[in-house]
């Protein structure tokens, strides 16, 4: 049973690279996420996309893009990586308006 | 613009004492609420509370939903040392069908 795969796990970048995290589903989800998880800070939703074509920002879009050309696939491209975005990553996906279901978390350094 | 507050923030009990957890919340056009757990990794799902259903029981844990005066509480009774965990609250809403979290209770339970 795969659920939600994001990839890599681990990750470290230098101050300016780009990157993408992956992320996958194979449920039928219509909703997809990305969420951002600091310290006392709880899950911050960065963009979400209610179905294919169709994406939208959430609370904390800024350096982060995001594209939902299928249903299955929601990768999350940082442009240009800074040290604040050092944080762990979660993608989550759901029908809409139902449980969401995460994928394991991808934590991500930047020196 | 949707919001969910938890509290408290963090809260320190014995082995078989109870706790209240409390979240509330703003949303435009409400759906549903969930209660996730959370320990080292990803969230793991709890309870999903609607219109239709605003009680629900699972072992030592339940969870009620005030539609009124818009929040929830999640009761945790003969609590374990297994139950240490951040408890996070979300709140969803029809019209975008984005899922809005709360900065979650940190819960410790000594022995």
């Known amino acids: 049973n795969a659920g939600v795969t994001q990839t890599p796990k681990f990750q470290v970048l230098k101050t300016g690279q780009s990157m993408t995290l992956q992320c996958a589903q194979d449920?039928?989800?219509?909703?997809m996420s990305w969420y951002r998880q600091d310290p006392g800070m709880g899950l911050r939703l960065i963009h979400y996309s209610v179905g294919a074509g169709i994406t939208d920002q959430g609370e904390v879009p800024n350096g982060y893009n995001v594209s939902r050309s299928t249903t299955e696939d929601f990768p999350l491209r940082l442009l240009s990586a800074a040290p604040s975005q050092t944080s762990v990553y979660f993608c989550a996906s759901s029908f809409l308006g139902g449980t969401i279901y995460f994928g394991e978390g991808s934590w991500l350094t930047v020196v | 613009e949707d919001k969910v507050v938890q509290s408290p923030l963090s809260l320190v009990v014995h082995e078989g004492d109870t706790v209240t957890l409390n979240c509330s919340y703003e949303v435009t056009n409400f759906r549903s609420l969930l209660w996730y757990k959370q320990e080292k990794k990803a969230p793991t799902f709890l309870f999903m509370l609607t219109s239709s259903g605003i009680e629900k029981k699972s072992g030592r844990l339940s969870s009620i939903l005030d539609k009124k005066e818009l929040f929830s509480i999640l009761n945790i009774t003969a609590t374990q040392t297994g139950d240490s965990a951040i408890y996070l609250c979300a709140v969803v809403g029809s019209g975008t069908y984005k899922y809005i979290f709360g900065t979650g209770t940190r819960l410790k339970v000594l022995a």
């Open positions: 449920m039928n989800h219509e909703y």
